[in-house]
C-alpha cells in the first residue's frame, strides 16, 4: 500500500466546533485531494492541491479549508462543523503524469 | 467543469454472469480514465487505469475497460462475476493543468452466490 495515513481515523464533534483532519503520505507526490463520501453521492471533491501553498476549491468546498505547508501532509479544516458535514472523508494522492490516485483508509466523522 | 456520470446505481447479478458498467464524461482535452473498486469497510483501490494506447485495458481481476473517445465513454466488463465481486465500483476522470480528480456517483454491485 501507498504510504498515506489519514488521522484521526474517527471522531465525534459538536456543532459549531472546528475540526481538523490530517492526511500525511511518505510518497512525495505533488498532488493530494480531499473527498468526502456519502450514500447516493459518491466521492465529491472538496479541495485539492497540486504543489505546496497550491490549492484549489472542488465541487463541495463552502465550510472547508485546506493548507498545504509541506509536501507530505495535507490539513482540511471545518471551520464551524455542521450536521451536514457528518460523512466519511477520503485523502488522496497521486504523483500526475501517468499514475493512479492512491486513497487513505478514511476519516469518520459526526457531528452531533 | 468536468462531470463523470455512471448509469447504473445498483446491479444485482447472479454468479457466472456478465458485467457491464457504463460510464461517461465530460471533458473535451486529454484525459486520464479510472475504475477503482471499494470493497464494505474499505478504502478505494484501483482496477484499472487508461492514459493512452489501446482503448482496451486490461485490470485486475479479471476486469476489463475499453475506451471509446467519440462517446466519451469508459465502461467496465467482466465476462463472469463471483460472489466476490460484490462492492462498489467508481468511475474517475483526471483532466486539466491542475490534476483535477473527478469521481462518478459509483454502483453498487451484488453478486448472488
Known amino acids: 500500500d501507498a504510504g498515506i495515513t489519514q488521522s484521526p481515523r474517527h471522531k465525534v464533534t459538536e456543532t459549531g466546533t472546528p475540526v481538523t483532519l490530517r492526511c500525511h503520505q511518505t510518497?512525495?507526490?505533488?498532488?493530494m485531494y480531499w473527498y468526502r463520501q456519502d450514500p447516493g453521492h459518491g466521492l465529491r471533491l472538496i479541495h485539492y492541491?497540486?504543489?505546496?501553498?497550491?490549492?484549489d476549491k472542488g465541487e463541495v468546498s463552502d465550510g472547508y479549508s485546506v493548507s498545504r505547508s509541506k509536501t507530505e501532509d495535507f490539513l482540511l479544516t471545518l471551520e464551524s462543523a455542521t450536521s451536514s458535514q457528518t460523512s466519511v472523508y477520503f485523502c488522496?494522492?497521486?504523483?500526475?503524469?501517468?499514475?493512479?490516485?492512491?486513497f487513505g483508509q478514511g476519516t469518520r466523522l459526526t457531528v452531533v | 467543469a468536468q462531470s463523470v456520470s455512471q448509469h447504473n446505481h445498483h446491479v444485482i447479478l447472479s454468479e457466472a454472469a456478465s458485467l457491464e458498467l457504463g460510464c461517461n464524461y465530460s471533458?473535451?482535452?486529454?484525459?486520464?480514465l479510472f475504475w477503482y473498486v471499494q470493497y464494505p469497510g474499505q478504502h478505494l483501490q484501483l482496477l484499472l487505469k487508461?492514459?493512452?494506447?489501446?482503448?482496451l485495458v486490461k485490470g485486475i481481476k479479471g476486469f476489463e475497460a475499453e475506451f471509446i473517445k467519440s462517446k466519451f465513454s469508459f465502461n467496465l466488463r467482466k465476462p463472469s462475476v463471483q460472489w466476490s465481486d460484490t462492492a462498489e465500483y467508481f468511475c474517475?476522470?483526471?483532466?486539466?493543468?491542475?490534476?483535477?480528480?473527478?469521481f462518478g456517483k459509483g454502483t453498487k454491485l451484488s453478486v448472488k452466490p
Open positions: 474517475a476522470v483526471r483532466g486539466g493543468s491542475q490534476g483535477n480528480l473527478i
Open positions: 488522496a494522492i497521486n504523483g500526475g503524469g501517468g499514475t493512479e490516485a492512491f
Open positions: 492541491s497540486y504543489g505546496v501553498k497550491d490549492t
Open positions: 510518497e512525495n507526490h505533488r498532488y
Open positions: 487508461y492514459f493512452s494506447g489501446d482503448p
Open positions: 471533458y473535451g482535452g486529454t484525459v486520464n
